[in-house]
């Protein structure tokens, strides 16, 4: 990027902020939607000429002591990127939170609902000391209070059943599970996934991870 820090020319985000918070959709070079990046990657691919800008926000600059660019909100990339339809994610709390709507899979209460200094945790199914993995297929969104009474003993041992057979996601669903799409976003999103694909993402409201979301592993 360029050494003087970008900045929006309206609004009313501090600089960095603005930039960090607004994400951008990256299009593979066949138009096909491949993830939401930050809009300072967006900017760096754009300017070092590995993607170009397909729809801006015209009424929003972003300016350098060289450069002035219309904030994009889709770009394209100008290579091809071959991305498998079905590829192996890591487990984040975000991506996990997301997978289960912030839902408790134990006492089934959303995180809106939890009392001061309850919060969402990862619990593993079968407990990393007693040979369980990191897997997809082994960890659940938990509350803090349900994820210290199972502790380290096993579901069945103590009675708690999950709601959900936990699964791995679909790629799709990873990549824009923690962000907003903007109407102009969800027109590419619609045209190569279609309408259902959408609206599970948007069914998505809570699309941010909690401030005090990293609670203890079981």
């Known amino acids: 990027?360029?050494?003087?820090?970008?900045h929006p020319a309206a609004g009313t985000l501090h600089p960095y902020l603005y930039l960090v918070i607004l994400?951008?959709?990256a299009l593979n070079a066949s138009f096909e939607p491949l993830t939401m990046v930050p809009m300072k990657r967006a900017l760096r691919l754009v300017i070092d000429g590995k993607a170009e800008i397909v729809e801006a926000d015209h009424d929003r600059l972003v300016r350098s002591e060289r450069l002035s660019i219309p904030r994009p909100a889709v770009i394209r990339l100008t290579r091809f990127v071959h991305v498998p339809r079905r590829f192996r994610r890591h487990v984040t709390n975000t991506f996990l939170?997301?997978?289960?709507?912030y839902r408790c899979q134990y006492c089934g209460r959303h995180m809106t609902e939890f009392r001061?200094?309850?919060s969402l945790?990862?619990?593993?199914?079968?407990?990393l000391s007693r040979g369980g993995t990191n897997d997809w297929t082994n960890v659940i969104t938990a509350c803090s209070p349900c994820n210290t009474r199972k502790g380290?003993?096993?579901?069945?041992?103590?009675?708690m059943h999950p709601l959900s057979h936990p699964v791995e996601p679909h790629f799709v669903h990873l990549s824009w599970a923690v962000r907003r799409?903007?109407?102009?976003?969800?027109?590419?999103i619609r045209t190569f996934y279609g309408d259902q694909v959408l609206h599970q993402?948007?069914?998505?409201?809570?699309?941010?991870?909690?401030?005090?979301?990293?609670?203890?592993?079981?």
Do not use: K, W
């Not at 990027?1 to 970008?6: D, R």
């Not at 939170?97 to 709507?101: I, P, Q, T």
């Not at 993402?201 to 991870?209: C, F, G, K, P, Y």
């Open 97 to 101: 939170f997301a997978r289960d709507e």
């Open 23 to 25: 994400g951008c959709l």
């Open 152 to 159: 380290n003993r096993l579901p069945g041992e103590i009675g």
């Open 121 to 127: 945790t990862r619990d593993h199914l079968v407990p």
């Open 1 to 6: 990027m360029p050494s003087v820090p970008l």
């Open 181 to 188: 799409l903007t109407p102009i976003q969800a027109h590419y």
């Open 116 to 118: 001061p200094r309850e």
């Open 201 to 218: 993402l948007e069914a998505l409201e809570l699309r941010h991870e909690p401030r005090h979301a990293h609670g203890r592993r079981h």
